[in-house]
């Protein structure tokens, strides 16, 4: 399971490597992630523990990484080391294989400590039980979890790309590209059910992850590419209230990242309180296992004053 992991502090903004503000947020620092297993690369989902100590990833080729996080002083982002990477597996405790079976592509905590992972391609959501003691986090066997009945009439490579849980219990999940009244599908699972809603995206951008703020909100990360720009990306926050069922929902923008800052194929979205009140925000890439791409892991803090959703 160990890996060799190697990181590499990147600046967020090339041309000025002292900036250390993006949009509402502090930019905390920034590395590029490698590694020389086959496996490692593809992530489209993250979670960090409690504490900031612990890095959890989902690839979508079927993979899962842990890692431990180091910071400075100062708290910036300082490194990444003692990598453990592992396949999930299927219903019957089988490791996933290739693209087709492994295409996973977010991933949200339950209350019980299992997780919940959607996937693309073959569409379904699995939930994979509580890790037990020692166990790495999704190295169990996967079990069935109802899916909404309009996935099916998502594209191949544009369902559920958004999955997080609400301070409530209730689940949120967007599609990349089912579009829906102007906008784009997404569901939200109270009740035992699934219920229609539609997300507005910023335009030329779609939804590819979504993180629970600590103090209830909702943060989602977006993504874009034109060959004549390359990559964008964007932040926007969402008042759980707004999440009902029929609801069309728009949040409002903290932050957007284009070139010449920091940014690539922009994916994987986890927040956590931080040890002064604030909210750390961790943003991490896929690199779509191509040397031309990087695996970016990259934190930002929103001061405690930072305004609500509405």
């Known amino acids: 399971l160990g890996i060799a992991l190697a990181s590499q502090p990147v600046p967020l903004d090339p041309a000025d490597p002292a900036r250390a503000t993006l949009g509402a947020f502090e930019f905390r620092g920034a590395l590029q992630l490698s590694s020389p297993h086959p496996r490692f690369g593809g992530f489209s989902a993250v979670e960090v523990d409690g504490e900031g100590d612990h890095l959890l990833a989902l690839s979508d080729e079927g993979a899962w990484l842990e890692a431990r996080l180091a910071y400075d002083r100062r708290g910036w982002l300082a490194g990444v080391d003692h990598g453990r990477l592992g396949a999930l597996a299927d219903e019957r405790g089988q490791a996933l294989g290739g693209k087709a079976d492994g295409d996973a592509e977010a991933m949200t905590r339950l209350p019980d400590g299992s997780y919940l992972v959607s996937f693309e391609q073959r569409m379904r959501l699995w939930r994979y039980p ?24 998502a594209p191949e490579n544009g369902a559920i790309e958004a999955l997080v849980r609400l301070a409530d219990g209730r689940l949120l999940a967007l599609c990349e590209q089912l579009e829906s009244q102007g906008g784009l599908m997404g569901w939200v699972y109270q009740e035992g059910a699934w219920h229609t809603l539609t997300y507005l995206p910023t335009p030329e951008l779609l939804p590819t992850d979504a993180t629970l703020l600590p103090d209830g909100d909702l943060l989602v990360l977006e993504r874009g590419y034109k060959r004549e720009t390359g990559p964008r990306a964007a932040l926007r926050r969402l008042s759980p209230a707004d999440v009902r069922p029929g609801a069309r929902l728009a949040p409002r923008t903290l932050a957007e990242l284009a070139r010449p800052l920091l940014v690539d194929n922009s994916e994987g979205l986890f927040a956590r309180r931080g ?21 970016l892991l990259m934190l930002l803090a929103l001061p405690e004053q930072a305004p609500p959703a509405r």
């Open 275 to 295: 040890p002064r009140g604030e909210t750390l925000v961790y943003l991490m890439s896929d690199d779509n296992f191509s040397r031309q791409q990087r695996t």
């Open 130 to 153: 509580p890790p037990r003691h020692g166990q790495p986090a999704l190295a169990g066997a996967a079990q069935p979890f109802a899916a909404p009945a309009e996935l099916p009439q």
